[in-house]
T-cell receptor, first 114, second 109 residues
Framework: GEEVAQTPKHLVRGEGQKAKLYCAPI?????VFWYQQVLKNEFKFLIS????????ETGMPKERFSAKCLPNSPCSLEIQATKLEDSAVYFC????????????FGDGTRLSIL | KNEVEQSPQNLTAQEGEFITINCSYS?????LHWLQQHPGGGIVSLFM???GKKKHGRLIATINIQEKHSSLHITASHPRDSAVYIC???????????FGTGTLLAVQP
């Protein structure tokens, strides 16, 4: 597609439950990035992929967060045993295989942990 | 201190005014993004620049690499320009973005 598609738009989970978010990058884009926006405008980088390979995972909380980008499937970000502090908007962005290309953002998934 | 600082944090303008939002950064970068986030939450990439100046409609973005500073200008501002404007720098070998804390712009008719 020509837009980064994130699903679902909203996700509500009870504390301790699992949450799984999906991202379909723009067709032809090789890089996928996940960012977490908490409070007003605090964005935190989580993880990036080059095709199906993890490119940079320096922002990922190791214990409960995992992510995948498998061929012919949307990328996913999964949070096990969710905590209240995981409540945030999770944005996915994709870009082409070039340093000169901008990142294109999806509309985000708002995750609410109750 | 944040690696990317924006000013002002909040800005209220009257319709038609010329607006400037500033961004300073302290890390080495390969490019700088200006992003727009509307109340609904979606993020639109306005500009990506690594040198000089870019213009799109009423929006102008400039960057001074030596001074580690960028500005976003809006000419003839309109209420529909009301949004959060975010500066984000691309840093490091993996192209991840480091974000500023945003500028909330309200343009009043």
């Amino acid at each position: 597609g020509e837009e980064v598609a994130q699903t679902p738009k909203h996700l509500v989970r009870g504390e301790g439950q699992k949450a799984k978010l999906y991202c379909a990058p723009i067709k032809g884009h090789s890089y996928v990035f996940w960012y977490q926006q908490v409070l007003k405008n605090e964005f935190k980088f989580l993880i990036s992929f080059q095709n199906e390979n993890v490119f940079d995972e320096t922002g990922m909380p190791k214990e409960r967060f995992s992510a995948k980008c498998l061929p012919n499937s949307p990328c996913s970000l999964e949070i096990q045993a969710t905590k209240l502090e995981d409540s945030a908007v999770y944005f996915c962005a994709s870009s082409q295989l070039s340093d000169n290309q901008p990142q294109h953002f999806g509309d985000g998934t708002r995750l609410s942990i109750l | 201190k944040n690696e990317v600082e924006q000013s002002p944090q909040n800005l209220t303008a009257q319709e038609g005014e010329f607006i400037t939002i500033n961004c300073s950064y302290s890390v080495g970068i390969s490019a700088l993004h200006w992003l727009q986030q509307h109340p609904g939450g979606g993020i639109v990439s306005l500009f990506m620049l690594s040198s000089g100046k870019k213009k799109h409609g009423r929006l102008i973005a400039t960057i001074n690499i030596q001074e580690k500073h960028s500005s976003l200008h809006i000419t003839a501002s309109h209420p529909r320009d009301s949004a959060v404007y975010i500066c984000a720098v691309r840093s490091g070998a993996t192209n991840k973005l480091i974000f500023g804390t945003g500028t909330l712009l309200a343009v009043q008719p």
